[in-house]
């Protein structure tokens, strides 16, 4: 499953867990370093190192989420473009299944872009579960 801990992810958290849990599979929690989310109010920079213990903090409540369910689970943190890294580590980690989130922003990037749960699930070579907030 990919988070990015916002609301949306945890509604769609709850549904990997309870998917993993009914299906016995494992559950890996994917979550991506975006540059231009390291952007501070007033200007300034986070740093990726922030960025990635922000995620991985995040990530590993899940995980423990996930284990108190009796789900094996694991978590990895990439960098980049999210649904190119998104599609890239369920090719790597051989996913049956990715499961995200789906969130309205009515905003140009998406209008022009697309959304990263569209982009994904047109572009995935396995099933998708786009669970929306």
Known sequence: MAVDLTPASRDASNEAIKRAKDDGADLIVLSVVEQH??????GGARRVDQERAR?????????????????RATFLIWEGDPAEAIL??????????????SRPRLNVRRL???SVSS???RRATCDVIVVPS
Do not use: H, M, T, Y
């Not at 995620?55 to 996930?66: D, E």
């Open 88 to 101: 890239e580590a369920s090719k790597s980690e051989d996913a049956d299944v990715i499961v995200l989130g």
């Open 37 to 42: 989310n390291l952007r501070l109010p007033g």
């Open 119 to 121: 982009e994904v699930a």
């Open 112 to 114: 022009i872009l697309g």
């Open 55 to 71: 995620l991985a903090s995040g990530a590993q409540a899940i995980v423990r989420q996930a284990r108190d369910a009796g789900v």
